[in-house]
């Protein structure tokens, strides 16, 4: 077993910008006891339109951030980033690290009754078709049909959460999905949480929606026990429990922060991405 | 005068991805005889909702690759980057540059007849208050007033041109500018031009709607005969007219560009823009 004071180094999770708060949201919920180092590639957002090549470069960069802040394992919590350059990560670094593709969909093909699944995701996720290879590895049979959303994550970061124009562009959206007769479906990018009940308005209570951010909160939890790395208590009062760093406009990320997670962000540092 | 050669080099123009497309456009038509090389950082789009710094230096990136393209003039064909960085860039350089906001300013203070001129643009482009500053210094008496509009670059590029949803959304932005009564209205970003239409049907016929991408292709023409350096004729036939180069993504930019110009794009080739 590790030491205790490696236990209890930070968990480093890291997105395009904004969207995978809602997975750090998830483990200070589930693993109040870990420390997360969050890093936001605000600069560059977003990487949902953007090329294999291009994503997996800024991800190294970011993955070699977050080890000079010496975090024991990390979550890459952006779906596009998972799909693209996780498989990369894992052969160039030695501590633990999990994305949230593989969680939601072991679920996904856990939960569907009639082997009928849907994804919705941003091109780069959709196009890369990683959220059918992994529910295949599981179970050959199911039958798994991606839908690329572009709009809404431009609609959530624009506050339309619950909106008539977001009523309607999901609607053209999931149509198609609906015609297909699935049964569950997977929210494959770290935004649509926030869209979760527009969503599930459009479907219907036949449906359900799995939301990767939550099972990787689970699987994280479940990976950390493995390596013996689960810190074994809380962090001291005044401690920098979580720490947020961005590689650009700070402020605006703080703002947006603040309405997602209500442990409050003291603050936001930008860092160099690039030089990384 | 500049030898023959020197003025049978390219312009240089550039934008955060394809929006800038509608300002080589205009210089296609206006300029037959130039040739031009385009870069667009698909790598790194949007510039809209980032910060000074950050826009500065990846402009500063793209004017050093272009200049490696041995360009004769440069055009920053994006709103944001010529608010935030066409100072800085101006005194790094000793070529003729010029942005979008300078041209679309001046035609809006000569042809308000109220003195009521609205702006639409992204955050970064109404934050920075450029338009109004430019038109103050022609015009101290004008009323600007600017509406940052964040969801029309997401909503042209997944082509809901004309659309109800677009409507929709340009109505809740446009709503504040029609109750002040502003009689001109500057589409302060590239990719605006694509949904004239919409903005022009809720504005009615009594809103002038200026177009910086033709007024910069104007004043490129104007600044090319003032220093020199027109092209005397056309290209060669089969000489490379019109280069395109993106920081990512290449077919992608090929096709979108391909719905705006209608001159056929032949190829986009990726560069590594950081290295630069």
Request: with cysteine; proline share 5%; glycine share 8%.
């Amino acid at each position: 077993m590790e030491t205790l004071e490696y236990r209890e180094r930070p968990i480093g999770v890291f997105d395009s910008g904004v969207g995978g708060l809602t997975v750090a949201r998830e483990i200070m919920r589930q693993i109040p006891n870990e420390k997360i180092v969050y890093f936001g590639d605000t600069a560059r957002v977003p990487y949902g339109s953007k090329s294999r090549e291009t994503i997996t470069r800024f991800s190294e960069q970011i993955v070699r951030f977050l080890q000079t802040q010496q975090v024991k394992a990390i979550v890459v919590a952006c779906n596009t980033a998972s799909a693209y350059a996780l498989d990369t990560l894992e052969k160039e670094i030695d501590i633990p690290i999990i994305g949230v593709v593989k969680p939601g969909a072991k679920v996904a093909a856990e939960v569907t009754r009639n082997g009928k699944v849907g994804v919705i995701g941003t091109e780069g996720t959709i196009g890369s078709g990683i959220y059918s290879s992994y529910i295949h590895q599981i179970n050959p049979q199911v039958q798994v049909t991606g839908k690329a959303c572009p709009l809404f994550v431009p609609l959530v970061e624009e506050g339309l959460w619950e909106d008539p124009v977001t009523d309607e562009i999901a609607s053209r959206y999931l149509t198609e999905l609906i015609d297909i007769g699935i049964d569950t479906l997977i929210l494959g990018c770290t935004h649509y949480p926030l869209i979760r009940k527009t969503v599930g308005k459009i479907m219907g209570d036949g449906v359900t929606l799995v939301n990767p951010a939550y099972e990787t909160a689970v699987e994280l939890k479940a990976l950390l026990e493995q390596h013996e790395l689960l810190s074994p208590c809380p962090p001291a009062l005044g401690e920098n429990r979580y720490r947020f760093y961005v590689s650009d406009a700070a402020d605006k990320f703080k703002r947006f922060a603040n309405s997602i997670i209500k442990y409050g962000i003291l603050s936001a540092k930008t860092i160099p991405i690039e030089e990384y």
